[in-house]
């Protein structure tokens, strides 16, 4: 589904991804993985359209869309929650859901996606009239997540989804996670919570220093001593 092949992303001089490749296949879970800094933001923003590539090429359903721009991203069929969550936090629930339907195609769909991501967050119903910033950080994340699926994706990028929730949020925010993917959506999960991140993916990569230093399931990963030790956290 997504193809990326010797991927190099700057900013300015500073290199920060060095001749990265990866795929996610079609229904695939995947994640990436590894420490601060290793350039794992960087990544998931560049496939999402968000950062230009210096060389390289990303290649989507067979259609290459290196350069092609940003909101071009989005009507391919890449959906991108960032870090941060960056919601409309004076703006309703419903309002900042709305925002991920605006393409043609997911608008004419809205009523019947929005049903859907309520059942998949059942609490951001009594929500939906509320500001947004008047939620806890895990409801903003849900919507969040729902904002953008709200875009019908085949595609979801996540970017480090648990941060600063609890565990209890955290794990329920991982169900769900999964729940969209066999729903048929496609997922890329960048998260630094190892742990959770291994035990919904099919596949991993660990990223360090702006390059890619392994690949493969994650019981393969960490069944390697000196993987685990040095970018698992194991």
Same mark, same amino acid.
């Given at each position: 589904?997504?193809?990326?092949?010797?991927?190099?992303?700057?900013?300015?001089?500073?290199?920060?991804?060095?001749?990265?490749?990866?795929?996610?296949?079609? #229904? +695939?879970? /995947?994640?990436?993985?590894?420490?601060?800094?290793?350039? $794992?933001?960087?990544?998931?923003? @560049? *496939? =999402?359209?968000?950062?230009?590539?210096?060389?390289?090429?990303?290649?989507?359903?067979?259609?290459?869309?290196?350069?092609?721009?940003?909101?071009?991203?989005?009507?391919?069929?890449?959906?991108?929650?960032?870090?941060?969550?960056?919601?409309?936090?004076?703006?309703?629930? #419903? +309002?900042? /859901?709305?925002?991920?339907?605006?393409?043609?195609?997911? $608008?004419?769909?809205?009523?019947? @996606? *929005? =049903?859907?991501?309520?059942?998949?967050?059942?609490?951001?119903?009594?929500?939906?009239?509320?500001?947004?910033?008047?939620?806890?950080?895990?409801?903003?994340?849900?919507?969040?997540?729902?904002?953008?699926?709200?875009?019908?994706?085949?595609?979801?990028?996540?970017?480090?989804?648990?941060?600063?929730?609890?565990?209890?949020?955290?794990?329920?925010?991982?169900?769900?996670?999964?729940?969209?993917? =066999?729903?048929?959506?496609?997922?890329?999960?960048?998260?630094?919570?190892?742990?959770?991140?291994?035990?919904?993916?099919?596949?991993?990569?660990?990223?360090?220093?702006?390059?890619?230093?392994?690949?493969?399931?994650?019981?393969?990963?960490?069944?390697?001593?000196?993987?685990?030790?040095?970018?698992?956290?194991?």
């Amino acid at each position: 589904m997504l193809e990326v092949h010797a991927l190099e992303v700057a900013y300015g001089a500073a290199r920060a991804l060095w001749g990265v490749s990866l795929s996610v296949r079609a #229904r +695939e879970l /995947l994640c990436v993985v590894g420490p601060n800094g290793a350039g $794992k933001t960087t990544l998931i923003n @560049t *496939l =999402a359209g968000m950062l230009r590539a210096r060389s390289g090429r990303i290649a989507f359903e067979g259609r290459d869309i290196t350069r092609l721009a940003p909101h071009r991203f989005c009507e391919a069929g890449i959906a991108l929650v960032p870090e941060g969550r960056r919601l409309f936090t004076g703006m309703s629930v #419903r +309002e900042n /859901l709305e925002l991920g339907s605006y393409l043609p195609g997911p $608008k004419a769909r809205r009523r019947e @996606t *929005l =049903a859907q991501v309520l059942e998949l967050f059942p609490v951001l119903r009594e929500k939906l009239a509320s500001p947004a910033g008047e939620l806890s950080g895990g409801q903003q994340q849900m919507v969040a997540i729902a904002r953008a699926l709200m875009a019908r994706p085949r595609l979801l990028l996540l970017d480090e989804p648990s941060l600063g929730l609890s565990p209890l949020i955290v794990h329920d925010l991982f169900a769900a996670i999964r729940r969209i993917n =066999a729903g048929g959506v496609s997922v890329l999960l960048v998260e630094q919570n190892v742990a959770m991140a291994m035990e919904v993916s099919q596949r991993a990569y660990v990223l360090e220093e702006g390059r890619m230093v392994a690949e493969g399931t994650p019981q393969a990963l960490l069944a390697q001593p000196e993987i685990a030790r040095a970018y698992l956290g194991v």
